[in-house]
C-alpha cells in the first residue's frame, strides 16, 4: 500500500486522457518469479513507492467462510465452506471445475472457454503461465465435505497484454504518482474477450453465499498481496449488477454479434438487410470462387495435426505483422484439438489445393464463437477474410441451429456484414481510494460516450427498419 500522502491524492480524471483504450507506452514492471522450495515468492514492487522491491509471500492461506441467510436453508446449521488458492487448475479435478462451469440457470448455455479442458490447455501448453505474465492463482471453495462448490479463474498479471479491455493509461497515471500499477490481479479467460461467467459456482441452494464468499476473497486476496487492483473482465451482465454493490468500479464496452432469426439459409438471411446490403454481400460471396477458392469447415476428428501446424503459421503471420508477439504456442492448439473434440471448428480456404487461410471457431451450447484469423504470407484474395471469419459463421450457425455468433473484439467492418454492437462489461477494485475515485469519475463520463456508440452503430445497421427495432426492444440499451 501507499503512504497516506499519496493514498489520498486525487489525481484528476483529465490525466487518462481522451481515450484509455489507445496504446501507449508505459514503464516496465518489475515483475519476477522465482520458487524457493515448495514455497513460491513473488519479488515485485506491489504498489508501494518505487524503490520498495522486499518480498512477499505468494502463499496465502486458506479463509474460512459462514454462509448464512439462504432461505432455502431456513431451520438448518450455518454452513462453512473454506477458499484457497493453487498455482494451477491442474490442481483441480476437471469434473470438479466443469460441474461450477455449467450455467445452472440455463444448463443448455455451454461456454466452451470456461472448461478446464480449455484453461488447462493455456497453461500446459506455456500460453498462460508466469513465464508469460500470467501467473495462475485459481481460487476454489469447498463446503464441509471437501466438495468444491465455486472455482475462480484468476492470475497475477505483470502487464496488460491479451485482456481487451484496455487500462494502460490507468497504469501510466499510477507511475506519475510514484505508484506501480502491475502486477494485477485478473479475472478472465486469457486472450479470449467472450462475456461468460467468471465466479463459477455449482448447482447448490446456497450457491448465493457462495458468490458473495468468494467475492469477499477475493478482494482480500488483493489486500493480502498489496496489489494495485483486481479486474474482472468479460463477466456476465448478472455477476456486472451484483459486483457494483461490492464496491468495484463499472465500465463497458462494445462487440459485434450476429443473430439468428430462425433462419433455414444464407438467403433468408440476407432478405432480412435492405437493398444495397444484401447486394453487397452476395457480390462478396461471389469473388470467393471466382478466385478458385474452395472453402471448408472442419470439426472434431475431421482437424488433423497438420491442420494445426498449417493454422499456427497462419496465425503466426497475424501476430507478426499486427500484434508484435504471440499470445498461444503452437501446443495450445494441438491441445486444443485433443481435449474439445467437436467443440472446435476449423474453417479453411484452399487454393490449388493447398491451404492458404483459416479461422478458428469454438462451438457453444447457443453460440458459435470466432476466434482468429490468419493466412500465409503471400495470400491475397481480396474478400476471402470477410467470407471466412463472418459469411462461413452465419452459415454454420443457421445449419447447427446457434442463436448468435460472436465475432471477437473491434472491427466496424462488422457492421454492414450483419454484425450489430452489442455491450459488454468489466468490473474494477482499487486499493488506492484516491485512483479509484478519479478512474471511477472518468468512468462515468465514458459510459455516457459508450451507450451513445453503440446507439449511433445499431442504427446505422444494415438491417430493414422494422429488425432494427426488433433487435433492440429484445436487448434493450444492454447496461
Known amino acids: 500500500m501507499a503512504s497516506p500522502a499519496v493514498a489520498t491524492r486525487h489525481p484528476s480524471p483529465s490525466f487518462f486522457g481522451p481515450d484509455p483504450r489507445r496504446r501507449r507506452g508505459h514503464s516496465p514492471s518489475n515483475l519476477g518469479f522465482r520458487r524457493l522450495g515448495l514455497q513460491l515468492k513473488v519479488t515485485a514492487i506491489f504498489g508501494w513507492i518505487k524503490g520498495d522491491t522486499r518480498t512477499r509471500e505468494l502463499n496465502p492461506s486458506a479463509e474460512s467462510?459462514?454462509?448464512?441467510?439462504?432461505?432455502?436453508?431456513?431451520?438448518?446449521?450455518?454452513?462453512?465452506?473454506?477458499?484457497?488458492?493453487?498455482?494451477?487448475?491442474?490442481?483441480?479435478?476437471?469434473?470438479?471445475?466443469?460441474?461450477?462451469?455449467?450455467?445452472?440457470?440455463?444448463?443448455?448455455?455451454?461456454?466452451?472457454?470456461?472448461?478446464?479442458?480449455?484453461?488447462?490447455?493455456?497453461?500446459?501448453?506455456?500460453?498462460?503461465?508466469?513465464?508469460?505474465?500470467?501467473?495462475?492463482?485459481?481460487?476454489?471453495?469447498?463446503?464441509?465435505?471437501?466438495?468444491?462448490?465455486?472455482?475462480?479463474?484468476l492470475y497475477l498479471k505483470s502487464h496488460s497484454r491479451g485482456e481487451f479491455v484496455f487500462d494502460q493509461s490507468w497504469a501510466e497515471a499510477y507511475y506519475s504518482y510514484g505508484l506501480e500499477y502491475y502486477p494485477k490481479l485478473q479475472s478472465c479467460v486469457p486472450f479470449t474477450p467472450v462475456t461468460g461467467q467468471r465466479i463459477l459456482l455449482r448447482d447448490t441452494p446456497y450457491r448465493d453465499q457462495v458468490f458473495e464468499a468468494l467475492v469477499k476473497e477475493l478482494k482480500s486476496l488483493t489486500t493480502k498481496l498489496k496489489v494495485s487492483s483486481l479486474h474482472i473482465t468479460f463477466?456476465?451482465?448478472?455477476?456486472?449488477?451484483?459486483?457494483?454493490?461490492?464496491?468495484?468500479?463499472?465500465?463497458?464496452?462494445?462487440?459485434?454479434?450476429?443473430?439468428?432469426?430462425?433462419?433455414?439459409?444464407?438467403?433468408?438471411?440476407l432478405m432480412d438487410l435492405k437493398q444495397p446490403k444484401r447486394k453487397n454481400i452476395r457480390q462478396e460471396r461471389k469473388k470467393i470462387p471466382a478466385q478458385n477458392l474452395k472453402m471448408k469447415r472442419l470439426r472434431g476428428d475431421e482437424i488433423k495435426s497438420e491442420h494445426w501446424d498449417t493454422f499456427y503459421k497462419f496465425y503466426r503471420n497475424t501476430t507478426d505483422n499486427h500484434w508484435g508477439r504471440p499470445y498461444?504456442?503452437?501446443?495450445?492448439?494441438?491441445?486444443?484439438?485433443?481435449?474439445?473434440?467437436?467443440?472446435?471448428?476449423?474453417?479453411?480456404?484452399?487454393?490449388?489445393?493447398?491451404?492458404?487461410?483459416?479461422?478458428?471457431n469454438?462451438?457453444?451450447?447457443?453460440?458459435?464463437?470466432?476466434?482468429?484469423?490468419?493466412?500465409?504470407?503471400?495470400?491475397?484474395?481480396?474478400?476471402?477474410?470477410?467470407?471466412?471469419?463472418?459469411?462461413?459463421?452465419?452459415?454454420?450457425?443457421?445449419e447447427l441451429n446457434l442463436s448468435k455468433v460472436e465475432a471477437g473484439a473491434q472491427g466496424e467492418h462488422k457492421i454492414q456484414r450483419g454484425y450489430l454492437p452489442v455491450t459488454t462489461y468489466s468490473c474494477h477494485y482499487f486499493l488506492d481510494p484516491g485512483f479509484g475515485a478519479a478512474i471511477g469519475n472518468y468512468l462515468t463520463h465514458e459510459t455516457a460516450q459508450v451507450k451513445h456508440v453503440i446507439k449511433v452503430l445499431h442504427d446505422s445497421g444494415p438491417y430493414k427498419e422494422d429488425i432494427l427495432n426488433e433487435f433492440l426492444l429484445t436487448q434493450g440499451d444492454g447496461v
Open 65 to 153: 467462510y459462514t454462509l448464512t441467510g439462504s432461505a432455502s436453508e431456513a431451520d438448518t446449521k450455518p454452513r462453512e465452506v473454506s477458499v484457497a488458492v493453487v498455482s494451477s487448475i491442474m490442481d483441480i479435478p476437471s469434473a470438479d471445475w466443469d460441474a461450477c462451469a455449467v450455467d445452472s440457470v440455463d444448463p443448455d448455455n455451454f461456454n466452451p472457454f470456461l472448461t478446464h479442458a480449455f484453461l488447462s490447455s493455456l497453461e500446459e501448453s506455456g500460453s498462460a503461465v508466469k513465464e508469460t505474465g500470467w501467473l495462475p492463482l485459481h481460487v476454489v471453495a469447498r463446503d464441509e465435505n471437501e466438495t468444491v462448490v465455486g472455482v475462480v479463474p
Open 235 to 269: 463477466p456476465s451482465e448478472g455477476e456486472f449488477s451484483k459486483l457494483k454493490d461490492s464496491e468495484f468500479l463499472q465500465r463497458i464496452g462494445m462487440q459485434y454479434h450476429w443473430r439468428n432469426r430462425d433462419y433455414r439459409s444464407f438467403d433468408e438471411f
Open 328 to 360: 498461444l504456442t503452437r501446443e495450445f492448439f494441438h491441445r486444443l484439438g485433443e481435449k474439445m473434440g467437436d467443440k472446435v471448428m476449423l474453417i479453411v480456404a484452399e487454393h490449388d489445393d493447398k491451404h492458404v487461410a483459416g479461422a478458428l
Open 362 to 398: 469454438l462451438i457453444g451450447g447457443d453460440t458459435l464463437f470466432g476466434r482468429l484469423w490468419g493466412c500465409l504470407p503471400d495470400a491475397y484474395f481480396p474478400n476471402l477474410h470477410f467470407e471466412a471469419c463472418y459469411y462461413q459463421a452465419i452459415e454454420a450457425a443457421i
